[in-house]
């Protein structure tokens, strides 16, 4: 079994909280994800997806909870996720408006917020935080 080992970001929400970030590359684009051990699934946010994808389904039936929102979603396929060394092809993905998270994100001074990896993948990859080395630990 090989680890693969990705660098976490540890950001503190106004001395209320802290949220961890991991970087990911989508559509050749590294981009700022939440790690949300709450989230049942992983999602992209919609604008990176249309911006990509055009063969995209909305389905009003399928919903995404994350700690962040519970709505309407989108799906398509990405030809390839990143997380440090763990290339995932033609991964199914699904994507709900984070417009509102990444903005909250901003005015905060941190980076815009393009996803949110959940439990789909934590699981999966049998993922483990290390809080005081800030690295993610995914077993391939």
């Not at 995404?64 to 290339?87: N, R, W």
Request: aromatic letters at 6%.
């Amino acid at each position: 079994m090989r680890t693969v080992s990705v660098p976490l970001h540890l950001i503190n929400l106004q001395n209320d909280g802290f949220h961890l970030l991991v970087e990911i590359v989508v559509f050749n684009e590294k981009v700022f994800a939440v790690l949300d051990t709450g989230a049942s699934r992983t999602v992209l946010d919609q604008s990176l997806m249309k911006r990509h994808l055009n063969d995209l389904v909305q389905n009003s039936e399928t919903q995404a909870a994350t700690i962040f929102s519970s709505a309407t979603t989108i799906h398509g396929i990405i030809p390839v996720l990143k997380i440090g060394s763990l290339k995932l092809k033609n991964y199914e993905a699904v994507a709900i408006d984070l417009q509102s998270v990444s903005e909250t994100y901003l005015q905060l001074g941190h980076p815009e917020i393009h996803g949110i990896i959940g439990g789909d993948i934590l699981m999966k990859y049998h993922a483990k935080i290390d809080y005081k080395s800030k690295i993610l630990r995914l077993y391939v």
